[in-house]
């Protein structure tokens, strides 16, 4: 009789991770996050703010998370080749960014690897648009889920809302740069 309970429990707990991993896996394989903010200021000032890694520090939303973050600069010292590396803690991980590509005022497309706390690599790339007298930026990173971030965004409520407001937080800072710097 025991024997019977302990098999049956064993199959209902199958059964449930089963289908738990079948929710997980039908989850969307890719995922895509943009934002975007006008600011008073030109698309060049706009611009300069995120093709040099040295300005980051003054918008970024995850530059104060971990005041003592090791970071590093490589390659060109802004635009295209510019390397950015960190490494802090649990908030902030660590990873680099290169800038891929550099269109001057136009857009900037950047590769970003995540070492920790899980490996991973995105696309970003901010647009830099004109809007009257201002510029309009949008910031949108993609990327591929694996299984284990699948499981993340069902849990966390997806990429966009995990995400979303670091960007918000970073696009309304970098407008307050940019607008002082008129």
Not at 38 to 47: N, R
Not at 100 to 108: E, F, L, M, N, R
Request: charged fraction near 20%; proline fraction near 4%.
């Amino acid at each position: 009789m025991f024997m019977k309970i302990l098999i049956g429990l064993m199959i209902v707990v199958a059964g449930a991770v089963a289908g738990i991993a079948a929710v997980v896996a039908l989850q969307p394989s890719t995922y895509s996050i943009s934002r975007s903010t006008t600011m008073a200021a030109a698309p060049t000032d706009a611009f300069a703010q995120v093709n040099d890694f040295h300005n980051w520090e003054a918008w970024s939303p995850w530059a104060k998370l971990d005041p003592a973050s090791k970071v590093a600069f490589e390659g060109a010292a802004s635009g295209k080749g510019a390397v950015f590396k960190w490494s802090g803690n649990d908030e902030v991980g660590e990873g680099s960014m290169t800038i891929v590509d550099s269109q001057a005022p136009k857009q900037i497309k950047i590769k970003l690897a995540f070492v920790r706390p899980f490996e991973s690599t995105a696309d970003t790339v901010f647009d830099f648009a004109p809007a009257g007298a201002g510029t309009t930026v949008t910031w949108t990173m993609s990327g591929e889920n694996n299984f284990l971030s699948k499981a993340f965004c069902l849990v966390m409520g997806g990429m966009d809302k995990v995400v979303g407001p670091d960007f918000e937080r970073g696009l309304a800072q970098m407008r307050a740069v940019a607008e002082k710097k008129k």
